[in-house]
């Protein structure tokens, strides 16, 4: 069974950083993308940034230049380091990976997402 674990959100002051990671385990064979998305209250899910398994990046516009987004493909973990923070940015975040996994002698592909980490951007 894969599963993805966040930690890291919490409550900052306008302007604050935070830092978020996430860890894919279980009997993976590749990840490919991986990524974090947020969904505000009332709004629908957006993408914040994603980054293939060669460290090439994308990010949403609202986002450029603020955060970052990395990842350790040694230890199946991508992170998200936030800077600027503004209230707008609070939301929960997703964590979300491409990834192949065994089931017995076979593989197979799915997208998998984390169970989501409160960030709450807030004097």
């Known amino acids: 069974q894969v599963q993805l674990v966040e930690s890291g959100g919490g409550l900052v002051q306008p302007g604050g950083s935070l830092s978020l990671s996430c860890v894919a385990s279980g009997y993976i064979k590749v990840i490919r993308d991986m990524g974090w998305y947020r969904q505000a209250p009332g709004k629908e899910r957006e993408l914040v940034g994603v980054?293939?398994?060669?460290?090439?990046?994308n990010y949403g516009d609202s986002v450029k230049g603020r955060f970052t987004i990395s990842r350790s493909n040694r230890k199946n973990t991508v992170y998200l380091q936030m800077n600027s923070l503004k209230p707008e940015d609070t939301a929960v975040y997703y964590c979300?990976?491409?990834?192949?996994?065994?089931?017995?002698?076979?593989?197979?592909?799915?997208?998998?997402w984390g169970q989501g980490t409160q960030v709450t951007v807030s004097s």
């Open positions: 980054i293939a398994s060669s460290g090439s990046t």
């Open positions: 979300n990976a491409d990834l192949e996994h065994y089931v017995g002698s076979y593989s197979t592909r799915h997208d998998y």
